[in-house]
């Protein structure tokens, strides 16, 4: 998880210590102005510093548009992070310039507004009415946020939960919990506050509330790793509700980037010709994003090497997308690997130099990639080393039942013998008796006492009539 | 001499001669009582006239006037003139002639022959000819006797395995109950040919009173006779029973626990992995061992791993551990299948793969290293399809990298017929277990707990049938029932 939240001044010097794990030098296709208009709240200065941060051909420009951002809010620590790492990257621009005098003038109305806010609330807290309380809270909470305080906007937001009256409320105060969580890509928060109004009937505007639960949810599993979970919820979006519902955590184009990834990664070609290419609602999510669409449409129709080259050359963006990034790494080797065994499923058996020149890059064979495969179990074949063959594994039905009959009938009866010893040797007081073991044996005195007699009588009486049932079903 | 002739005599050994059964059982038991009992003056008389004594009766028709004969030859002293190696061949000659019948009568006196053999004769013979006896005694094999532990002692400890192996094979079901220390006189069915070994074995004192460690010695020695012969496979059945011994009280005793480091490390030889518990092991147990054998267990778990360097440490880190439980050999040879275990299981990557390349992917575990030069693995890997380790076929080419191991299917293909033949033994063996357990039913039945626990059943059953008449269990639920909760809690 990230850390927590960018208030600790800590955090703020690690900020521009770390490099990002990501560098992307490619010129990516997108456009920063009309990719932020997509989104609103927090997460546009999220976007920004992210490319900033790991995209070399358009950090400045990104942490230009971050510094306005910061700005333009009243977060100071995120003005001072985007401000640091523009100067480390171009310290000659207008923006590089430290603007103290922003500075002190929003700490000062943060300040002021944090006394304000919680006077105000402490007065309806005394007058004790439900409502103002509650709201009281909410716009507390959202102060915070806006601020950057994200603990203390949690516990605002969470304290709003006890005067709730109506179902928008609930729904309310999820939306902000959800918010924060996501701040913090603190995935399973996000899911267990989506999961609590995912189910709230509201009347008007369910659908509006469906489509931002479905996208929150799917972007939370994805975080999560639980990439089939996550491309189902998101293939349930519904296309007609506006953007504007859900675009503080995705856009659709995102929506539909996500959902056919990893509809990609974890779908067969017959699922992902019914419920993506075929599924009038997703179509709607997929004119955004022509790329993914013909991606999975020649995986669909068995051009892996061209549904491959088509992600490869769109990766640029992808890893400058802020839930994506992490994952981009293993939805890809997935999607490759379900190419892999795709192509090698109608053939009993393929040469390594054909593999090479489909999914081979120019100076490393696929045959380390193969051995991997194979060696988890997602690729049913063997490796000819002599011939440079990859062969598949075709097991002999009769050899196969023939071995499982033998060793069906021969652990069967290893047991009915291994159970008969067993009834003889109890008959007989055979049994390891775990008190006389015991050092001092003072514990053997009660042989004769009633429980051990009653144990034994349960021993040998329950286990020869075990053994005679199982003698009767054969 | 006279005296003597009178004594041995005294009994016609052929059933024939006898109007009806119970005459010869009569006849037989007051004959081998007269014998067993001889006087002093008797018993000199026989040991000074060896030869003659012998040529009184025959062996294989009265086995129990000739039991007694070659007993006291056998422990007293003998004149001179006769060399004692005669004696030893007829002992010899009676031991695989002896009717398995008439011995009944004399059982005690027949154990504690069989008990000393190993004082009398070379190890080697003596292992022979217990393991004929105790087959002759009981062709099945299937009840376990004292003398199955005195051979089992006597085979490992002098290294005679071979000869030991038909008693070691056979599959011990039965135990007799030594619950009242028998009577040849008061035994009943000695003569009866149709009987069950396990009744007469214990009837006629054929074997000496049996304890569990008895058993679990056995069976631990069983394991160690096919260890030192590298025969995984019926090492771990007998470790299995030792492991899975039944238990009173949660206690395990500590030859189960050796037996349970044992089986983990014979499980790695043969299986490659880690073996699994029987079904019949309780989940306490199986924390118990688990518990007592950390350094066992994590050698198992590495096993499985590429980590040839972390096993190589651990089995460094706990030298002193193998070397107290004695299990320092059997780890040597685990280290050494290692690497074998990665090469058989390059057949689940490759179908054809070179030398070269299986010196790369694997390591050995006692250097933790990959083989120094090609010519070690083409030795290797040879030596394992040798030995049928390893199902595949080696290609020896000009060099290493030409040289190729092609892997063939784990299992052969079977005929139909031998198909049918194996499916029909397993049938047939299913058969006759079925069969052995209606025997142990009915014989469980009969017994006096059975008994005494149908007593209590039926007694119970009166009770609760009296207290339905009172009504008791319907009063309770008119009444608040939340003093059945209160109660309970």
Not at chain 1, 180 to 193: E, G, I, K, M
Not at chain 1, 283 to 306: C, D, Q, T
Not at chain 1, 309 to 324: C, F, P, Q, R
Request: glycine content about 6%; charged content about 25%.
């Amino acid at each position: 998880m990230a850390a927590p939240a960018s208030t600790q001044p800590s955090s703020e010097a690690q900020t521009y210590a770390k490099t990002p794990d990501v560098i992307v030098s490619d010129l990516p296709k997108l456009d920063i102005d009309l990719y932020i208009q997509n989104y609103v709240g927090r997460t546009r200065y999220e976007r920004l510093i992210l490319i900033g941060r790991c995209c070399v051909p358009l950090r400045v420009e990104a942490l230009k548009a971050a510094v306005a951002e910061a700005k333009s809010g009243s977060d100071v620590t995120r003005y001072k992070d985007a401000w640091q790492l523009l100067r480390s990257v171009a310290p000659d621009e207008p923006e590089a310039k430290r603007d103290d005098e922003w500075i002190e003038s929003t700490e000062l109305a943060n300040r002021t507004e944090t006394t304000r806010l919680e006077t105000e609330l402490k007065g309806y807290r005394n007058n004790l009415i439900k409502e103002s309380i509650r709201m009281g809270n909410e716009d507390l909470g959202k102060h915070f946020e806006s601020i950057g305080k994200l603990t203390e906007a949690t516990d605002a937001y969470n304290k709003m939960r006890h005067d709730v009256s109506t179902t928008k409320h609930i729904f309310d105060c999820g939306m902000h919990l959800a918010s924060v969580a996501f701040q913090r890509h603190d995935w399973a928060t996000v899911l267990s506050n989506v999961g609590k109004i995912a189910n709230i009937q509201t009347g008007d505007d369910e659908q509006a509330q469906q489509a931002y639960t479905k996208v929150a949810s799917g972007v939370a599993l994805m975080g999560l790793g639980n990439y089939y979970d996550a491309a189902n919820t998101l293939l349930h979006t519904n296309p007609n509700v506006s953007p504007t519902e859900y675009n503080t955590v995705a856009s659709p184009n995102d929506v539909a980037i996500y959902g056919g990834l990893l509809a990609l990664a974890t779908m067969d070609r017959k699922a992902l010709q019914a419920r993506i290419l075929d599924n009038q609602s997703f179509r709607m999510f997929l004119e955004h994003e022509p790329h993914i669409r013909k991606a999975i449409s020649l995986f669909v129709n068995g051009r892996y090497s061209n549904c491959l080259t088509i992600l490869e050359g769109v990766k640029a963006d992808y890893l400058l997308d802020i839930y994506l990034q992490p994952h981009i790494p293993t939805i890809y080797s997935r999607i490759r690997e379900k190419c892999i065994v795709q192509y090698f499923i109608p053939f009993s058996c393929v040469t390594l130099d054909s593999l090479d020149a489909a999914f081979g890059t120019p100076n490393q064979s696929v045959e380390l990639e193969l051995i991997r495969m194979i060696r988890d179990g997602s690729l049913r074949a063997r490796i000819d080393a002599k011939s440079k063959l990859l062969v598949a594994v075709s097991p002999d039905p009769r050899l196969v039942v023939q071995t499982n009959a033998l060793a069906v009938a021969r652990k069967y009866e290893q047991e009915a013998k291994e159970r008969l010893r067993r009834v003889n040797l109890i008959v007989a007081g055979l049994e390891v008796s775990g008190t006389k073991k015991q050092p001092g044996g003072g514990v053997g005195g009660g042989v004769g006492g009633p429980e051990v007699e009653e144990a034994w009588y349960e021993d040998i009486t329950q286990l020869p009539s075990q053994g005679a049932e199982r003698v009767q079903e054969s | 001499m006279d005296e003597v002739k009178r004594i041995f005599l005294d009994f016609s050994p052929s059933p024939a001669s006898y109007p009806s059964t119970k005459s010869y059982d009569a006849a037989a038991k007051s004959y081998a009582a007269s014998v067993t009992k001889l006087s002093s003056d008797v018993q000199t008389a026989i040991q000074r006239n060896p030869i003659e004594a012998l040529q009184l009766v025959d062996p294989s028709t009265n086995s129990i006037g000739y039991l007694s004969i070659i007993d006291t030859l056998l422990r007293g002293s003998v004149p001179e003139s006769t060399p004692r190696s005669l004696l030893l061949d007829e002992a010899v000659r009676f031991l695989l002639k002896f009717d398995p019948i008439q011995i009944r009568y004399v059982g005690s006196l027949f154990r504690s022959l069989l008990e000393d053999l190993g004082s009398f004769f070379s190890p080697l013979v003596a292992v022979e000819l217990l393991a004929n006896a105790i087959l002759r005694i009981d062709p099945s094999g299937s009840v376990f006797t004292s003398t199955h532990l005195v051979m089992a002692k006597l085979a490992y400890d002098t290294n005679c395995i071979e000869p030991a192996l038909k008693v070691l094979d056979a599959d011990i079901l039965f135990y007799p109950r030594n619950t009242h220390p028998a009577r040849p006189e008061n035994a009943k069915n000695l003569y009866d040919t149709e009987v069950e070994p396990y009744v007469y074995i214990a009837s006629a004192s054929l074997t000496d009173a049996i304890k569990s460690t008895s058993i679990l010695e056995y069976h631990l020695l069983q394991a160690m006779a096919y260890i030192s012969r590298k025969d995984w496979p019926k090492a771990q059945v007998a470790l299995e029973r030792v492991i899975g011994h039944p238990i009173k009280d949660k206690g395990v005793s500590k030859i189960m626990v050796d037996g349970y480091k044992k089986w983990l490390l014979v499980g790695l030889l043969r299986e490659g992995r880690p073996p699994s518990f029987p079904s019949y092991i309780t989940n306490a147990t199986k924390s118990t061992y688990n518990g007592l054998s950390e350094a066992y267990n994590n050698i198992a778990t590495l096993f499985t791993t590429d980590g040839a360097s972390a096993l190589k440490e651990e089995f460094e880190k706990g030298r002193p551990t193998w070397e107290e439980d004695s299990n320092l050999t059997l780890l040597e040879e685990a280290l050494v299948s290692y690497q074998k275990w990665q090469v058989i299981n390059l057949r689940r990557i490759y179908h054809q793969v070179s030398i070269s390349q299986i010196r790369q992917t694997t390591l050995s575990a006692q250097t933790a290293e990959t083989l120094k030069d090609d010519g070690e693995v083409l030795q290797l890997v040879s030596d394992m399809i040798d030995s049928g380790m390893l199902k595949g076929k080696l290609q020896v080419g000009l060099t290493a990298g030409e040289s190729y191991v092609t892997f063939h299917e784990e299992h052969d293909l079977m005929t139909e017929a031998d198909f049918a033949r194996e499916v029909a033994r397993s049938h047939a063996s299913i058969e006759t277990l079925t069969k052995q357990y209606r025997v142990t039913n009915e014989r469980l039945s009969s017994t006096k707990d059975y008994a005494r626990h149908l007593v209590r059943e039926q007694k119970r059953m009166d009770k609760d049938i009296a207290d339905a008449g009172v009504g008791f269990d319907t009063h309770i639920e008119d009444e608040d029932l939340m003093t059945g909760v209160l109660g309970g809690a």
